[in-house]
């Protein structure tokens, strides 16, 4: 079974998730460290409980969300797995992240890419891949249905969903994403966000007022 610590990185108050079960083999999502002090605290913590990481996951390309991918590929040297399409949203943070002040200076794409129906395997644990854009044309969610846990990057938040105005971003993409491929889901799966605090599939079901009202005029 697979144990979680989130760190909150960057002037975004991104989550990272550390997920790792009993063999200690794990993966990192989303880093988005990207002070000195951020860095130190996630390598401390990886070390402190002897995970062994296998792979760097990737829900989608903002800078909050792979601020720290270039540090986690030198740190440990695993395979960056994300969607085909994030290399466009990566290639685009070379450009924009100066103006928020979280300079990237180096093109890392992902080695292995997935999509919907694929999994990503490490020690005991099978995480399945959701194919959810709407966010961002490359967005994937992360389910883990022993635990029933989905790390859902930026589609689904507690109250509320992810902004559907940025580049490649449509709304009615991202509510389609949330109803076939996260409502879904066991009703007591918990949510882990890319922001805020974590929720489950059956509070957001019942009480989300994007997805009521969303469900109440198809
Ligand atoms: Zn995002």
């Given at each position: 079974m697979i144990q979680i610590q989130r760190f909150i990185f960057n002037p975004f108050s991104e989550n990272t998730f550390i997920v790792w079960d009993e063999t200690k083999e794990g993966v990192i999502i989303d880093p988005g460290c990207h002070s000195e002090s951020e860095r130190k605290r996630m390598v401390q913590f990886i070390?402190?409980?002897?995970?062994?990481?296998?792979?760097?996951?990737?829900?989608?390309?903002?800078?909050d969300h792979i601020a720290g991918n270039s540090f986690v590929k030198k740190q440990w040297k695993v395979p960056f797995i994300a969607h085909e399409k994030i290399e466009s949203e990566i290639r685009q943070t070379l450009v924009y992240g100066i103006q928020y002040?979280?300079?990237i200076t180096e093109l890392l794409l992902p080695e292995i890419c997935v999509t919907q129906g694929d999994s990503v395997k490490f020690g005991d644990t099978t995480f399945s891949v959701l194919?959810?854009?709407?966010?961002?044309?490359?967005?994937?969610?992360?389910y883990d249905a022993e635990s029933?846990?989905?790390?859902?990057?930026?589609?689904?938040?507690?109250?509320g969903i992810g902004r559907w105005d940025f580049q490649g971003g449509n709304f009615d993409v991202l509510m389609e994403s949330i109803i076939n491929q996260l409502l879904i889901l066991p009703e007591d799966t918990t949510v882990y966000c890319g922001h805020g605090d974590f929720t489950t599939i059956g509070m957001e079901r019942r009480s989300n007022p994007y997805i009521k009202n969303y469900l109440s005029k198809i």
């Open positions: 070390e402190k409980e002897g995970i062994n990481i296998r792979y760097l996951l990737n829900t989608h390309g903002h800078i002040g979280i300079p194919y959810t854009p709407g966010h961002a044309v490359s967005h994937i969610s992360f029933r846990s989905v790390f859902s990057g930026d589609v689904l938040f507690q109250m």
